[in-house]
């Protein structure tokens, strides 16, 4: 048979119409900024795509299948400041989204698992590489490598590692504004097309062009495409009549084109779309109101014109993943079409008699999401090709969709897909040294009952195995508590009876290392309560709420007379609230503390009521003064700015002790620390650090510095004597974001952060010892990072994300295993931030031990937590100790910089009129128990179960009396009927 005579299996492919409801309906897309986009992308699991809502910067975000009507129930994601221009799922992680916009900016999203209104707010960016110098067109993912991007940045193709977030490659090779750029199948070459008019293949990793050609003859917008693994081009444009056309290219060899095809005179730019397993393509113009479907063959001709299907105006498209689509029903393709109000999936069927069996011609395999390569592979110049699988169910690897966590590292043997690297720091975490003894008590070794036996000889155990029994021993009588976590050490001893020494000494080290919990922990706050105060004390109709703010800031601020919010807008606004004035605010005209950028973090000085200090992403850091009398007029101009970063400001911290010492961090991955006096100055900077620092704290004392890092490492600094870490230890494997708190009187430090598959988790260290973790607790699967608040007099902690529901709260404790978990609690609705008051707040006659303001999405709400207690009208002695005077600073700046040292003093909080607890008088009942002790008829626990098991038995023996039934009138056998 002829070449041209050939027949295809995807001949008489059609699409299928679906019915109104099978359809998302009421999206609002409105109006679309003119970009080289194609404004939706999907996954195998989502579909992002551009609206109109909250400004040009928001898309929403649907799960694939999702259909019927969204109205106002569509999750927004308010990903950039501007327009998003490109957008696209990765190809290798189907939870993790790259966008760029005209705000300049790149960043990558890491989505949550089953996305609705509510855990879509506020999310953060995994990943915001450095703000571009042009707008950004396009951003695309390599199809082999985990977390290398291309971006088109005006006339520059940048190559960007979204596991450092750092530019790698640059090149400026082009003539104007790039229009389009797309990946080889193997990830090795890119190609690109330009203003200019010009077709170019890159190589980023030597940083040239191997070929280059002028594509089509106008300016217009084209798009190229690199066709999978048939080592073709294609390009859409506008030839000389001003039609569009499409072009063929070999790369190898770009003087001409190998084949041509004049498409119509329409003006919209022809996106292309291609299935490499079925060399299916369609064509669709942005304002077209039809569907072009051809295939590319190998030989002339090239082109095979197939269907043209007609659907409403069209104003962005994507093709789904094949690994989506139905394969039993002959689906072969899925286009997803953006619509003026809708979102149309359009599947592409290829008819066949029957579908009960899976149609192994119609489905090649194809790629799985594996990927081939690390970014440091490709980036040393490793090549890899794309992981291929099979679609039949019965033979489908099943790739878990882990789009709520970053994939763990592949472990050596381990085949299945579910376990690739993404996004994974590339610095390794070193081991963990085995230094944190077991107690005493029980490394002493005692007397070991040997199992006698006339036929095997005795044996004596060495130290070692006398150990590792009674740490056996221990364990196994250790309470079972809620926090508790299990140790499982192995038997070392196999059937012969024979002992590895070397696996014996690995378990002793773990017994080391590990702590021992000998019964069960009562906490007298473990059952405590929440409660939001009366309506008449809350702030409403807040508007416009800003949820951008970085996850590094604790996105709300209180002291006791005002808090500070920040609001969406031009120029980062601060809204600034009375707290002594509740009710509802106004709809318009109030006053705003202007940055003229937007804001990263903000915090109110400790020690002075009316001093705001806020760290904007233009590098600057601003201190402002508010009047007595709260704001009159919005105040555009701070009383001075700090300038020494280079690059924008995650977090400002007061020092706790000193007046007028300030701690700051930037993307520059710098700590520096200003002396806020006479217009500031900078005194100290610490540049050790490799990455963004996560999350800083002082200690209590005021002299040491703990910080997290996203290289996965804890560190504690000493910045007066030195800025060397004075010791360093594994932090939290995930690299979202975490938090560090000193807790016990700087004893501990407690860390708040992400395992390596995402799930939020609380750890505890020792201050002095980071080498290992004492104690981890896992708790859930959501995106917000848990901000914690420490309550130093009650060693509670309480934790709290943005847009969660619950509150966690711990004690933290010097016995182990340290972190006592207590009640949740749960407030009605969802919040944003909580702002924690000093102690001198708390109404102890209510048994309030701490105390806070919470920050809805259109409110402030004060809430109170309590203890039950019976005795209320005394004084609880025994849950309030003297508090620190934390509003009063103990140094000055220069004092503090001297190295001088001080602690705060204490005070009592209990008020005048009220007794002590503890001299409250006993009750008669409880006298006349404790007189009737007598320790020797005190019976042991063996004696009462003793006791209790005789008690049963002499119930349950066997009675030789009749039984009660036995004595009572029967029914005569003749009076029974027969039937």
């Known amino acids: 048979m002829a070449w041209r005579f050939k027949a295809s299996k995807y001949k008489n492919a059609g699409p299928k119409s679906l019915k109104r409801e099978d359809t998302i309906q009421d999206v609002a897309v409105g109006t679309l900024m003119q970009s080289c986009g194609n404004h939706i992308t999907a996954s195998c699991t989502y579909m992002a795509f551009n609206t109109d809502f909250g400004g040009g910067g928001t898309l929403g975000v649907l799960p694939l299948q999702t259909t019927g009507k969204i109205a106002q129930s569509l999750p927004q994601l308010k990903a950039h400041a501007d327009f998003v221009t490109g957008l696209e799922f990765s190809p290798l992680e189907d939870g993790f989204l790259a966008t760029c916009s005209a705000d300049n900016t790149i960043k990558v999203w890491q989505l949550p698992e089953n996305i609705t209104l509510e855990n879509i707010t506020g999310i953060q960016a995994t990943v915001s590489f450095p703000v571009q110098e042009r707008r950004v067109e396009i951003v695309t993912w390599n199809p082999v490598a985990n977390g290398i991007l291309a971006a088109a940045v005006s006339n520059s193709v940048k190559v960007l590692n979204a596991e450092t977030a750092k530019e790698n490659i640059v090149l400026s090779d082009h003539g104007d504004q790039i229009q389009s750029i797309s990946w080889r199948d193997n990830g090795v070459t890119l190609a690109s097309i330009c203003k200019d008019k010009k077709l170019r293949i890159l190589d980023p990793r030597s940083c040239s062009v191997c070929q280059e050609c002028e594509a089509h003859v106008t300016v217009r917008d084209s798009r190229v495409l690199c066709l999978g693994n048939k080592d073709q081009v294609l390009t859409t444009g506008f030839g000389v009549t001003r039609s569009r056309e499409i072009k063929l290219w070999d790369p190898r060899n770009l003087k001409s084109s190998i084949a041509s095809l004049t498409k119509d ?96 011609d119609l489905f090649l395999d194809t790629a799985c999401g594996e990927s081939a390569l690390t970014a440091d592979q490709w980036l040393a110049g490793e090549n890899g090709q794309v992981q291929l699988m099979s679609l039949n169910p019965a033979k489908r690897k099943t790739k878990q969709n882990n789009v709520s966590r970053k994939p763990a590292v592949q472990q050596k043997g381990d085949n299945s897909i579910t376990n690739q690297s993404n996004l994974k720091s590339p610095l390794s975490v070193p081991s963990v040294p085995k230094s944190v003894p077991v107690p005493k008590s029980v490394l002493e070794p005692k007397s070991v009952p040997e199992p006698k ?97 970085p996850g590094e800031s604790n996105m709300f601020c209180a002291n006791t007379k005002r808090c500070a919010l920040p609001i969406d807008g031009p120029g980062g606004l601060l809204l600034i609230l009375d707290l002594n004035k509740p009710g509802r605010l106004p709809d318009t005209g109030l006053p705003w503390i202007h940055n003229s950028s937007k804001v990263s973090d903000f915090e109110w000085d400790p020690f002075d009521d009316k001093r705001l200090v806020v760290g904007c992403e233009d590098a600057k850091i601003r201190v402002w003064s508010v009047p007595e009398e709260g704001l009159t007029e919005t105040q555009t101009e701070p009383d001075f700015c700090l300038r020494g970063h280079t690059e924008k400001i995650y977090f400002v911290k ?132 848990l901000i914690p608040n420490y309550d130093e007099d ?158 049963m038995v002499n119930k349950l023996s066997l009675q030789e009396e009749p039984m009660p039934q036995d004595l009572a009138d029967g029914v005569d056998s003749d009076e029974w009927e027969e039937y």
Not at 925 to 947: G, H, I, L, M, R
């Open 265 to 360: 005179s329409s003006t919209s730019t022809l996106m292309p779309f291609f299935d490499a397993d079925t060399n299916m393509l369609f064509l669709l113009g942005k304002g077209d109101s039809n569907i072009q479907y051809l295939e590319v063959n190998d030989k002339d001709p090239y082109f095979t014109e197939n269907l043209i299907s007609s659907v409403e105006q069209v104003k962005g498209a994507a093709l789904v993943p094949k690994r989506a689509l139905d394969v039993m029903v002959g689906e072969v393709n899925r286009l997803l079409l953006l619509l003026r109000n809708s979102i149309t999936p359009i599947p592409y069927i290829v008819p066949r008699k029957d579908y009960k069996e899976f149609h192994e």
């Open 453 to 549: 036996s006339d036929t095997e000889p005795k044996s004596v155990p060495n130290e070692n195995e006398v150990l590792l029994r009674k740490a056996q021993s221990c364990l196994r009588n250790v309470g079972s508590g809620d926090n508790q976590k299990v140790l499982n050490i192995k038997d070392t001893s196999d059937k012969a009876g024979k002992t590895e020494n070397s696996d014996l000494n690995n378990q002793v080290e773990s017994v080391r290392a590990s702590k021992f919990f000998s019964g069960v922990h009562q906490s007298k706050f473990k059952h405590l309560n929440l409660t939001t105060l009366h309506p008449s004390a809350h702030i409403v109709n807040i508007r416009n709420l800003s949820r951008t703010v």
């Open 654 to 785: 007061f020092h706790p002790l000193a007046k007028d010492v300030l701690l700051s961090t930037a993307y520059d991955m710098t700590v520096k620390i200003w002396d806020l006096t006479n217009g500031g100055s900078l005194k100290i900077n610490i540049v050790c650090h490799p990455d963004q620092v996560f999350s800083a704290d002082w200690s209590p004392d005021g002299k040491y510095l703990a910080t997290v890092c996203k290289d996965r490492m804890i560190r504690v600094f000493e910045p007066r004597t030195s800025v060397q870490s004075l010791r360093e230890g594994p932090g939290p494997e995930g690299s979202r974001g975490a938090r560090i708190l000193w807790v016990l009187n700087g004893q501990f430090l407690f860390v708040s952060g992400f395992s390596r598959s995402s799930v939020r988790m609380v750890m505890i260290y020792n201050a002095y010892v980071l080498s290992t973790c004492l104690h981890t607790v896992e708790l859930d699967i959501t995106p917000a990072i």
């Open 794 to 951: 009650s060693a509670t902690v309480f934790l709290t994300g943005r847009g969660d529901s619950n509150i966690f709260t711990f004690e933290v404790h010097q016995e182990p295993p340290h972190l006592f978990q207590m009640s949740n609690c749960k407030p009605e609705g969802l919040h944003q931030a909580l702002a924690f008051m000093p102690k001198k707040t708390c109404d102890v006659r209510k048994v309030e031990f701490a105390r806070a303001w919470r920050l809805t999405s259109t409110s402030v709400e004060p809430v109170s937590f309590t203890v039950p207690r019976v005795k209320t009208e005394y004084f609880q002695d025994d849950l309030f100790p003297d508090t620190k005077v934390t509003w009063e600073p103990v140094l000055s700046s220069s004092d503090w910089f001297r190295g001088q040292n001080k602690l705060q003093r204490k005070i009592s909080i209990r008020p005048p009129d009220m007794k002590l607890l503890s001299e409250a008088p006993v009750e008669a009942s409880k006298v006349k128990k404790f007189e009737s002790f007598n320790p020797e008829t005190y019976k042991s626990d063996e004696q009462k179960k003793e006791e209790l098991m005789n008690a």
